[in-house]
């Protein structure tokens, strides 16, 4: 079976950064497609930023210009600068997995979560 787990979470004053991780483990072929998203209290879970197998990136305007994502061949991660009380959320991360004698599925962690004080 496939495990994704988050970590990086806490808590960080505003202007600070943090650095999420995604780790994959399980018996994995191939990842099509990696993502973060949030979830505010109140509000609906959002993709905060996503990045293609080959690299291509996408972010969503409120995230665009301090968040970059990015991953290697071992974990998916999210470098969050000048944070903001609103970005406020428990992060997940979801991959689009191909598995060892299996098909494409998505895969979601349980979440991590970052608190930004004012």
């Known amino acids: 079976q496939v495990q994704l787990v988050e970590s990086g979470g806490g808590l960080v004053q505003a202007g600070g950064s943090l650095r999420l991780s995604c780790a994959a483990s399980g018996l994995i072929f191939r990842i099509n497609f990696m993502g973060w998203y949030r979830q505010a209290p109140g509000k609906q879970r959002e993709l905060v930023a996503a990045?293609?197998?080959?690299?291509a990136t996408n972010y969503a305007d409120s995230a665009k210009g301090r968040f970059i994502i990015s991953r290697d061949n071992v974990k998916m991660y999210l470098q969050m600068n000048s944070l903001k009380p609103e970005d406020t959320a428990v992060y997940y991360c979801?991959?689009?997995?191909?598995?060892?004698?299996?098909?494409?599925?998505?895969?979601w962690g349980k979440g991590t979560l970052v608190t930004v004080s004012s």
């Open positions: 979801t991959e689009k997995i191909v598995t060892l004698g299996g098909g494409e599925m998505d895969y």
């Open positions: 990045i293609t197998s080959g690299g």
